[in-house]
Nanobody
Framework: QVQLVESGGGSVQAGGSLRLSCAASGSIFSIYAMGWHRQAPGKQRELVARITTGGSPDYADSMKGRFAISRDYAKNTVYLQMNSLTPEDTAVYYC???????????????WGQGTQVTVSS
């Protein structure tokens, strides 16, 4: 019923930039928040950034000043601009959205399939 489709991952050298996109589609009634998590090999999934509808963005401390999250409300899309990338940023990046579908009275989290980001030194 709901799909989150990420794009924009890839390989980049240290110091470079990438921009991730995630579009939500399907029977969406309302989106309350969208964001990004990441999971590096052998590590737990961690929050990168999130933004609530009409609210200010939140970032993990290590991403502040380097990453910027934004939303296009009309397109149900969230973006993550990543600058000054380091090899430690190498991970699978997952889009997530807290939303309510037109078939439900409650909201829950939905996840994308993930997109690989690889930063080489």
């Amino acid at each position: 019923q709901v799909q989150l489709v990420e794009s924009g991952g890839g390989s980049v050298q240290a110091g470079g930039s990438l921009r991730l996109s995630c579009a939500a589609s399907g029977s969406i009634f309302s989106i309350y928040a969208m964001g990004w998590h990441r999971q590096a090999p052998g590590k737990q999934r961690e929050l990168v950034a999130r933004i609530t509808t009409g609210g200010s963005p939140d970032y993990a401390d290590s991403m502040k000043g380097r990453f910027a999250i934004s939303r296009d409300y009309a397109k149900n899309t969230v973006y993550l601009q990543m600058n000054s990338l380091t090899p430690e940023d190498t991970a699978v990046y997952y889009c997530n959205a807290n939303l309510r579908t037109s078939h439900s009275y409650t909201s829950r989290a939905y996840w994308g399939q993930g997109t690989q980001v690889t930063v080489s030194s």
